[in-house]
């Protein structure tokens, strides 16, 4: 049995980590990309069949480009941040079944069947991206996801002509603490929570 994390840990992941709207002005390396995904690809999927896409936004062009989509606000975001992630869904992430899940035919459960295959996607590439934002948090880096962007437009822009879909992006690199919020409400226990 492993023992639990310290409070240091702790705080650096959960309690004092934030949500960031603006960075110092401090690179993020390629070398810190590959290590978040090292990483979060060993959080868990359904039968191990991670179906999240990422697209690293780090040029100028690219940022600029993806900022194009996005609301106003978000926009300013995405061109000041070091790096700009789209977390992406492949809608045939099954088709790699045979090789990340080799116990089963798992692409079987998944052909034909839209409705489920839209759940899971959505379900576990939602996953992958908060497993990227405890990793980034986790080597020292703070992000800031969000929506607020054109879906349809930044899938034809950055995933056209593949079977993926974007689901959300996230700013990512040093944090300004001059641009974060006072901490907002997180309710206890009994108020979202039951034991049954």
Not at 5 to 11: R, Y
Not at 21 to 38: C, F, T
Not at 59 to 78: H, M, R, Y
Request: hydrophobic share 45%.
């Amino acid at each position: 049995m492993t023992a639990a994390l310290n409070d240091a840990a702790l705080d650096q992941l959960f309690r004092t980590a934030r949500s960031y709207n603006g960075y110092l002005d401090k690179p993020v390396s390629e070398a810190q990309i590959h290590a978040i995904w090292d990483l979060m690809k060993f959080g868990p999927t359904s039968a191990n069949l991670l179906p999240a896409r990422f697209v690293w936004c780090t040029s100028t062009e690219a940022k600029e480009k993806l900022a194009g989509f996005a609301s106003s606000t978000n926009a300013d975001k995405i061109r000041k941040a070091p790096v700009t992630v789209i977390v992406g869904m492949d809608m045939e992430f099954y088709e790699h079944a045979p090789r990340l899940f080799p116990h089963a035919d798992a692409a079987s459960w998944f052909r034909g069947n839209t409705a489920m295959v839209e759940a899971t996607a959505v379900r576990n590439s939602a996953l992958q991206g908060a497993y990227l934002i405890m990793a980034a948090r986790a080597l020292g880096l703070d992000t800031g996801p969000m929506s607020g962007f054109d879906n349809a437009k930044v899938d034809e822009a950055f995933f056209g002509g593949t079977t993926v879909r974007s689901n959300f992006i996230s700013t990512l690199g040093y944090g300004d603490p001059a641009t974060i919020f006072d901490r907002l409400p997180r309710p206890p226990f009994e108020e979202f929570n039951r034991v049954a």
